[in-house]
C-alpha cells in the first residue's frame, strides 16, 4: 500500500508553546489530507478536511485558530497546535486520499503530543 | 441511529479459529467499503477496500458487502497472535470528496 509519514511521531511541550506536526504522501499524490484526533481506546476523531491549495474544512467543535492547517502541496500538509494546553494531549494521525485512487485513503503512524 | 455501528468487542478467540468482524450503515449512498487493522499506538493500516458490493479475498482476509441489508464483513482464516488489534470498518459516499466515515472499531485477541 501506499506510504504516508508524520514528523514527529512523539513530542513533549510546555503549556503555552505551538507545535507543528508534518504529514507528507511519500509515493502518490494527495489532493485530500485530513486530521483526525484519537484518545485511549477510542476510535479516530475527525478534527478537518484539508484540500491542497485552499483553506481547511474544519468539523464542528474544532477551533480553526486552535489548529492550524496548511496543506501547501500535494504531498505535504500540516497541523499547528497554537498555545499548547494540557488537554490537547492526543494521539494525532494523518491520512492522503490516493488522487489516482479516489476510494483509497492511508494513514500516518501518528503523532503522540504531551503538554505538561 | 449512528451512521455506522459496529460491536466494539472486545472479541477474543483461540489460535486458528475464524474470526468474523461486521458493521451495519444507515446510509443508502455509501459505495466505498474499508477495513483498517490499527495496532495499540499506531496508525491505521488499510486491509481491504471494496467497491459496491459483493465479495473480495486477499490472503486469509475476506471482505463482504451485503448492500441490500447494508451490512458489511471481514473474515479472517487460521487466525495468529499477531492478528490481534482494533479493526475499524470505514466507509463513505462515491459523490464528492467526502470523510470516511468510521465504525467505532472491534478490539481482537488471538491466544495462542
Known amino acids: 500500500g501506499a506510504v504516508v509519514s508524520q514528523h514527529p511521531s512523539r513530542v513533549i511541550c510546555k503549556s503555552g508553546t505551538s507545535v507543528k506536526i508534518e504529514c507528507r504522501s511519500l509515493d502518490f499524490q494527495a489532493t485530500t489530507m485530513f486530521w483526525y484526533r484519537q484518545f485511549p481506546k477510542k476510535s479516530l476523531m475527525l478534527m478537518a478536511t484539508s484540500n491542497e491549495g485552499s483553506k481547511a474544512t474544519y468539523e464542528q467543535g474544532v477551533e480553526k485558530d486552535k489548529f492550524l492547517i496548511n496543506h501547501a502541496s500535494l504531498t505535504l500538509s500540516t497541523l499547528t497546535v497554537t498555545s499548547a494546553h494540557p488537554e490537547d494531549s492526543s494521539f494525532y494521525i494523518c491520512?492522503?486520499?490516493?488522487?489516482?485512487?479516489?476510494?483509497?485513503?492511508?494513514f500516518g503512524p501518528g503523532t503522540r503530543l504531551t503538554v505538561t | 441511529q449512528k451512521e455506522v455501528e459496529q460491536d466494539p468487542g472486545p472479541l477474543s478467540v483461540p489460535e486458528g479459529a475464524i474470526v468474523s468482524l461486521n458493521c451495519t450503515y444507515s446510509?443508502?449512498?455509501?459505495?466505498?467499503f474499508m477495513w483498517y487493522r490499527q495496532y495499540s499506538r499506531k496508525g491505521p493500516e488499510l486491509l481491504m477496500y471494496?467497491?459496491?458490493?459483493g465479495n473480495k479475498e486477499d490472503g486469509r482476509f475476506t471482505a463482504q458487502v451485503d448492500k441490500s441489508s447494508k451490512y458489511i464483513s471481514l473474515f479472517i482464516r487460521d487466525s495468529q497472535p499477531s492478528d490481534s488489534a482494533t479493526y475499524l470498518c470505514a466507509m463513505r459516499a462515491v459523490s464528492g470528496n467526502t470523510p470516511l466515515v468510521f465504525g467505532k472499531g472491534t478490539r481482537l485477541s488471538v491466544i495462542a
Open positions: 471494496t467497491y459496491s458490493s
Open positions: 491520512s492522503a486520499r490516493d488522487l489516482g485512487n479516489s476510494y483509497e485513503q492511508y
Open positions: 446510509n443508502s449512498a455509501f459505495q466505498y
